[in-house]
Structure formats: structure tokens, C-alpha cells
């Protein structure tokens, strides 16, 4: 509950004016929802994530080396539109 002493503090701070009958008003208002932010301190909002349906879980497999034979790197190449060496040439992107 909010007293009339410490809504004359917030009328101050915020330096608004208020009339008796906004003061009056506005107490019942403050009650009423600091009331229902009372109800909510109330409310359980802890989360089981693993009992629920559709939980996202990251599935990660271990980094492997895999080499990579020369017949595979020239089937790649071979595919490639414009080839330098054992290299694909792209167009320059950069300007002087």
C-alpha cells in the first residue's frame, strides 16, 4: 500500500501537481497494481526444458580430418569455369 506521504514524494520527483481527489484516485490505483504485481511474485515460471515437447537441443559431431585425394581435387577443379594451375581463377574484385 502506498501512502499519501510517499505519493506526494513521486508527484514531486515526476513535478506534476496533484489535487486531493487525483491523490485519492491515484492511491486506489497504485494498490491495485501492486496487488497484482504481488500475485505475480506468486507465479512459479521456472521452465523444464528437457521434459518439454519440441525442445531444442544442438547435436554436434567431432571434427575429423578428411584427406583429400589429388584425383578428388582435379575432379574439382575440372568442374571449375576458369582454371589457373591447380588453382580457379575468379574475376578481380578489387579496383586500383
Known amino acids: 500500500m502506498i501512502t499519501p506521504a510517499e505519493l506526494d514524494n513521486l508527484a514531486n520527483l515526476a ?40 525442445a531444442v537441443k544442438n547435436v554436434t559431431r567431432p571434427d575429423e580430418v578428411i584427406s583429400t585425394s589429388t584425383a578428388d581435387r582435379e575432379g574439382l577443379l575440372n568442374e571449375a569455369p576458369d582454371r589457373e594451375g591447380d588453382f580457379i581463377a575468379v574475376k578481380k574484385m578489387i579496383e586500383q
Not at 481527489?21 to 504481488?38: C, H, P, Q
Open 15 to 54: 513535478r506534476i501537481k496533484l489535487t486531493s481527489a487525483d491523490k485519492e484516485s491515484l492511491i486506489k490505483e497504485f494498490d491495485s497494481i501492486l496487488a497484482y504485481v504481488d500475485q505475480l511474485k506468486k507465479v512459479d515460471v521456472s521452465l523444464d526444458t528437457e521434459g518439454r515437447v519440441g
